[in-house]
């Protein structure tokens, strides 16, 4: 039971057998990964803004979207309730989902792997086979008209930090989304 919870969280696409011969089956057109330190305030937020975004603005696009941390803080915990709350009153749902650290295979499984600082980016290339290190991104580089690089972490402080974070997350979502229908992912 735990698998197929898991595979439903994270929107796995696994190729199986149509019951019509006549059906495709679609891989996924992009794997975006959000990560940042713990998986509990800022990535899991950013992944459920942008499937949030992706459904309304990119329904055609077939996407498998997970979030990660680079640290093993908070393995299988929910987001931060303030994360939770703050994402509810928008109308994003982050219930289901659960901490974990990035994985080696994440490097190769993902085509987009977008941090919320650079911190967590040299965190990342530290572990990431060179050639793949071209996946690896900032997410603010998807809303450059916003003049900051980062997305700070709200986690010591209050609920206004949790907004920002949100803000923050749907100028990139919208952002990345409109690169993404356009065939573009620099």
């Known amino acids: ?12 696409n696994e190729r199986t057998e149509p019951a019509d011969p006549d059906v495709e089956v679609r891989d996924p057109d992009h794997r975006i990964l959000f990560v940042c330190m713990g998986n509990i305030c ?6 459920g803004v942008f499937r949030h975004v992706a459904a309304l603005e990119a329904p055609e696009l077939l996407l498998h979207v997970d979030s ?7 393995l299988d915990e929910p987001p931060d309730p303030r994360a939770q709350r703050a994402a509810e009153r928008r109308g994003i749902s982050l219930a289901s989902l659960r901490a974990r650290r990035v994985v080696e295979e994440d490097f190769s499984r993902f085509d987009l792997i977008l941090a919320m600082d650079r911190l967590n980016v040299a965190v990342l290339q530290e572990h990431c086979p060179v050639e793949h290190h071209s996946r690896i991104k900032l997410f603010l580089d998807y809303a450059p008209q916003l003049g900051r690089q980062e997305v700070p972490d709200p986690y010591y402080g209050g609920s206004k930090g949790f907004e920002l974070v949100l803000d923050l997350a749907e100028d990139a979502s919208r952002g990345l989304v409109a690169e993404l229908r356009a065939g573009a992912t620099s």
């Open 1 to 12: 039971m735990r698998k197929f919870i898991d595979r439903l969280r994270s929107g796995l």
């Open 42 to 47: 800022r990535s899991p937020t950013a992944e």
């Open 68 to 74: 990660a941390g680079t640290h093993a803080y908070h």
